[in-house]
């Protein structure tokens, strides 16, 4: 079992390299595991090199290359961990309020001018986000129900498969399932009541990617 800031750094080295493909200065691992010294780092390194976890690359400053990753993460890391999720669970952000998604209104055109709402924050931790009444049935299979809040992530593109806010023909906005099919953009309800909506991909734009629901019961 690794101690908690051979963990932290044995991971930063591992996120870092996968994210840049580029080894981590000693000045950002300091920050990361919050040792003061050069050689604290050092240290760290040379426990973890000991241990087999990572190994320096020859001929190369600064290079590392992880081997493995731990299996179970240190005690006091998790209880970190539960501590940071508990705060974010009991925390909120503001973010802009829109009117309710209708055929017919532009997103735009439905934005409540300053007008905003508090949501948990786990739901907007990363990105930029908006909130819309929903009106309507047409996505009732999918358990969005009128009414509820949808907190959208703001995004010009989308996979098959996931709900988007999509603008048609620079007027409509609707929360639809999107699908490209050959040459044709599919948006799809969530209601055997509604008809499959096939556009020409020039028609339809996507606005942003449903994130949560909200409802309340009052």
Avoid at 55 to 60: E, I, M
Avoid at 71 to 83: A, G, H, M, Q
Wanted: aromatic share 6%.
């Amino acid at each position: 079992m690794l101690t908690p800031k051979q963990y932290k750094l044995l991971m930063f080295i591992d996120n870092t390299i996968k994210e840049t493909g580029c080894c981590p200065s000693f000045e950002e691992m300091k920050a990361a595991v919050g040792i003061k010294s050069k050689s604290g780092i050092h240290a760290l390194i040379e426990e973890l090199v000991e241990r087999e976890f990572i190994r320096k690359l020859p001929h190369k400053a600064r290079a590392l290359e992880v081997l493995k990753i731990p299996r179970f993460k240190p005690r006091d890391i998790i209880e970190e961990e539960k501590k940071i999720k508990l705060a974010l669970q009991n925390s909120s952000a503001q973010i802009p309020l829109y009117g309710k998604i209708a055929a017919g209104t532009p997103i735009e055109a439905i934005a409540y001018e300053n007008e905003t709402v508090s949501v948990p924050y786990d739901l907007v931790t990363r990105g930029e986000f908006y909130a819309l009444r929903i009106e309507g049935e047409s996505m009732i299979e999918a358990g969005i129900m009128d009414g509820d809040l949808a907190i959208i992530k703001r995004s010009d593109t989308a996979e098959n498969g996931q709900i988007v806010v999509a603008l048609v023909d620079n007027s409509e906005a609707t929360l639809k399932v999107w699908q490209k099919k050959d040459n044709e953009i599919w948006l799809k309800p969530c209601n055997k009541d509604y008809q499959i909506r096939k556009l020409h991909p020039s028609q339809v734009k996507v606005q942003g990617i449903l994130n949560g629901i909200i409802r309340s019961y009052n």
